[in-house]
T-cell receptor
Framework: GAGVSQTPSNKVTEKGKYVELRCDPISGHTALYWYRQSLGQGPEFLIYFQGTGAADDSGLPNDRFFAVRPEGSVSTLKIQRTERGDSAVYLC?????????????FGPGTRLTVL | AQSVTQLDSHVSVSEGTPVLLRCNYSSSYSPSLFWYVQHPNKGLQLLLKYTSAATLVKGINGFEAEFKKSETSFHLTKPSAHMSDAAEYFCVVSDVVTGNQFYFGTGTSLTVIP
């Protein structure tokens, strides 16, 4: 079956611009996660959705970052007034019910470059 | 607080020799532990997971890991390395305190020498 997909695969933008990153989770997975992976580092948690609601957004670095999941499936991560430090690979993952022991299935990521 | 320490940033082995990738964790409660692999330009793939059942966990591609609570370790091993094992490996912890967050280690890059 189809895995987690993310679009675009690459995004180059200029400092100060607005960007949207999209994630399509595995069908039927209620839990969806966003992570950010900087060069040479492990992924860092940003936000977690259970259904349509953000159950935990403690990892969002500041109020320029926002994410939505209006129908409990596709999610969009939105970054306003991008900064060079936002450059990273943004990963999306989904899991069946969001239990602690559940495997998270990861998408290929969106590589964001802010010039 | 939850954290993961991967003790080696790079490991190099010869093809056909054993692999050992080390991971230590800290967790306030009974953790779930995972190993993920990331091949170049590919997504993260689950190798194996520990969720309070058997302490010796077998995964895909001949990998296994042993949960040792007394040592707070979850080292990844494979008896015989294959060229296709060359990749980045991440140890991950989650527990009821973190909710559903995964805490990743910084990764270990495995090189396999022919």
């Amino acid at each position: 079956g189809a895995g987690v997909s993310q679009t675009p695969s690459n995004k180059v933008t200029e400092k100060g611009k607005y960007v949207e990153l999209r994630c399509d989770p595995i069908s039927g997975h209620t839990a969806l996660y966003w992570y950010r992976q900087s060069l040479g580092q492990g992924p860092e948690f940003l936000i977690y959705f259970q259904g349509t609601g953000a159950a935990d957004d403690s990892g969002l670095p500041n109020d320029r970052f926002f994410a939505v999941r209006p129908e409990g499936s596709v999610s969009t991560l939105k970054i306003q007034r991008t900064e060079r430090g936002d450059s990273a690979v943004y990963l999306c993952a989904s899991s069946l019910r969001g239990l602690v022991s559940n495997e998270q299935f990861f998408g290929p990521g969106t590589r964001l470059t802010v010039l | 607080a939850q954290s993961v320490t991967q003790l080696d940033s790079h490991v190099s082995v010869s093809e056909g020799t054993p692999v050992l990738l080390r991971c230590n964790y800290s967790s306030s409660y009974s953790p779930s532990l995972f190993w993920y692999v990331q091949h170049p330009n590919k997504g993260l793939q689950l190798l194996l997971k520990y969720t309070s059942a058997a302490t010796l966990v077998k995964g895909i591609n001949g990998f296994e890991a042993e949960f040792k609570k007394s040592e707070t370790s979850f080292h990844l091993t494979k008896p015989s390395a294959h060229m296709s094992d060359a990749a980045e490996y991440f140890c991950v912890v989650s527990d009821v305190v973190t909710g559903n967050q995964f805490y990743f280690g910084t990764g270990t890059s495995l090189t396999v020498i022919p």
